[in-house]
């Protein structure tokens, strides 16, 4: 089984809207991180938001927020009041117990129009 | 914030040809760092895992012989692809951690858009 789904191949929003971006993740551990990345079309992987497995309030940074449902095992990122420069691929990622490495969903590529 | 700094960001040659990219964490010392392979519109395939003063961990179906990793001091790892062919192409990407605290991002490198001609 996948252990990161995003199942929103692409998606579009109208500028200034809000959009939210779906992911769900599977694991049998009690600690784990879940993060989104933002990669627009040069390539650099943004990171953008953590949330971690104890933390009981969903995480903000700046315009973007996580909306943690921890017993659906839901992890979707929010942007709100959209921009142009929003338009890229976004990943979200889960980093499990005290494991280094992370995995990736298969990203969502979002378009923002004017 | 931490940096990692990879290079070079692009490469095109001929088939045979071995490419080394080198990942450096520019402000801080990264024991461990991570090499990723990336097909277009496509999710971050992590290849391997290097580990400073050891071997790397490599994933299910990654030829080590094929993607050699080397990982010699705290802020620099190199993955050379040996005699490189056209199914070799792709975007890599390194990253590292500077710490091991759950909540720390990975911080990546800008990616190298490897061609094989």
């Known amino acids: 089984a996948q252990k990161i789904t995003q199942t929103q191949p692409g998606m579009f929003v109208q500028e200034k809207e809000a959009v939210t971006l779906d992911c769900t993740y599977d694991?049998?551990?009690?600690?784990?991180?879940l993060f989104w990345y933002k990669q627009p079309s040069s390539g650099e992987m943004i990171f953008l938001i953590y949330?971690?497995?104890?933390?009981?309030q969903n995480a903000t940074e700046g315009r973007y927020s996580l909306n943690f449902q921890k017993a659906r095992k839901s992890a979707n990122l929010v942007i709100s009041a959209s921009q142009l420069g929003d338009s890229a691929m976004y990943f979200c990622a889960m980093r499990e117990g005290g494991a280094g490495k992370s995995t990736f969903g298969d990203g969502t590529t979002l378009t923002v129009k004017p | 914030g931490a940096v990692v700094s990879q290079h070079p960001s692009r490469v095109i040659c001929k088939s045979g040809t071995s490419v080394k990219i080198e990942c450096r964490s520019l402000?801080?010392?990264?024991?461990?760092m991570f090499w990723y392979r990336q097909f277009p519109k496509q999710s971050l395939m992590l290849m391997a895992t290097?580990?400073?003063?050891?071997?790397?961990?490599?994933e299910q179906g990654v030829e080590k012989d094929k993607f050699l990793i080397n990982h010699a001091s705290l802020t620099l790892s190199t993955l050379t692809v040996t005699s490189a062919h056209p199914e070799d192409s792709s975007f890599y990407i390194c990253?590292?951690?500077?710490?091991?605290?759950?909540?720390?991002?990975?911080?990546f490198g800008d990616g190298t858009r490897l061609s094989i001609l």
């Open positions: 694991t049998s551990d009690q600690s784990y991180g």
């Open positions: 990253s590292a951690r500077d710490f091991p605290v759950s909540n720390q991002p990975q911080h």
């Open positions: 402000d801080f010392q990264a024991t461990t």
């Open positions: 949330q971690g497995s104890y933390d009981e």
């Open positions: 290097s580990n400073e003063g050891s071997k790397a961990t490599y």
